[in-house]
């Protein structure tokens, strides 16, 4: 296991007497892509903005490489960089005088480094171009290679994606597992496209009115959804969808000959059985895969997605 770069302990917040944020505790490792996930109002932003010391916390602490949030902000958030939503960029200069314009902020930046983290987000074609005229990939893609200028350790991007189309959604995912794996960056990833997730993420948290539900490989996590969709093929199908009904709890649906049901995966080979005792013809038993989606709905249950 790579070592814990970052450490929530007790992380809370409290506004007035209500609880926002309960009590969070987890580690974020270096080379792994996390990602963070939620309903609107489960606390997100708020954990976000106390990590990175924006919003300060009632109770706990964030550890970023053995620094305290709180009591050693500057060597603590030295280790951080992050990009919100698109970055703010200036369209009238070059993607180049950009970066420029933004090491001078921080000491020991030099031209070899802006160079280095242009060539890993594969900009160089276009550093000489005006940002006004780059795709919203492209600024994404260079509000990364300005986050990454001081070398962070983590990589801290909300919704890195929004506004995206399909290649360029898939570009910045490929970028942000490159970061990952040749850069051994830790990388937290807030999003509501689960899909994008699925495909980007080593780990996910999910956090539901504050409190963190779930922490698990993304891996781990699909095996684990119980309930299959599944589709049957067989015949007589009257017989088939009777078979069904004695045996299901939920309702069967039959669309051009195939029969759609929702089952707990254990059950499945106890339905094939009956069914061929009951002398059914099964032709085929298709078993949706789960999804990052499905999970993510059966921990905080349906009608709370973003």
């Known amino acids: 296991m790579n070592e814990a770069v970052m450490q929530l302990k007790n992380l809370t917040k409290t506004i007035g007497n209500k609880p926002i944020i309960k009590g969070l505790n987890f580690e974020i490792y270096s080379g792994e892509v996390f990602g963070f996930l939620g309903p609107n109002g489960a606390g997100k932003t708020t954990t976000i ?22 009591k050693e902000y500057k060597r603590a958030i030295r280790h951080v960089g992050g990009i919100v939503e698109n970055p703010e960029m200036y369209p009238f200069m070059s993607g180049w005088k950009n970066l420029r314009h933004y090491a001078r902020m921080i000491p020991g930046i030099t031209d070899e480094r802006i160079t280095e983290v242009v060539q890993l987000v594969g900009l160089e074609k276009r550093m000489k171009d005006k940002v006004g005229k780059y795709s919203l990939g492209m600024r994404q893609r260079l509000g990364i290679a300005q986050a990454l200028l001081h070398n962070p350790s983590i990589l801290i991007l909300d919704e890195p994606t929004n506004g995206l189309d399909p290649s360029g959604i898939r570009e910045i995912r490929s970028y942000i597992r490159r970061l990952a794996a040749e850069e051994g960056v830790a990388v937290i990833v807030s999003s509501h496209i689960l899909s994008e997730m699925e495909m980007m993420c080593d780990r996910i948290g999910i956090i539901k009115s504050g409190e963190l539900i779930s922490i698990q490989p993304v891996k781990e996590a699909l095996k684990q959804s119980e309930k299959k969709e599944v589709s049957l093929e067989a015949a007589p199908l009257d017989k088939a969808k009777g078979v069904l009904a004695d045996f299901l709890e939920g309702t069967v649906e039959v669309e051009q000959d195939v029969l759609n049901f929702t089952i707990q995966r254990d059950q499945i080979p106890q339905l094939i059985q009956r069914l061929v005792k009951a002398e059914v013809d099964v032709y085929s038993v298709n078993v949706k895969r789960s999804t990052l989606e499905d999970k993510f709905l059966d921990v905080i249950g349906e009608g709370s997605i973003e």
């Not at 916390?57 to 970023?64: A, R």
């Open 49 to 70: 903005r106390m990590m990175v010391g924006l919003m300060d916390m009632t109770e706990g602490d964030v550890i970023i490489k053995g620094h305290s949030v709180k």
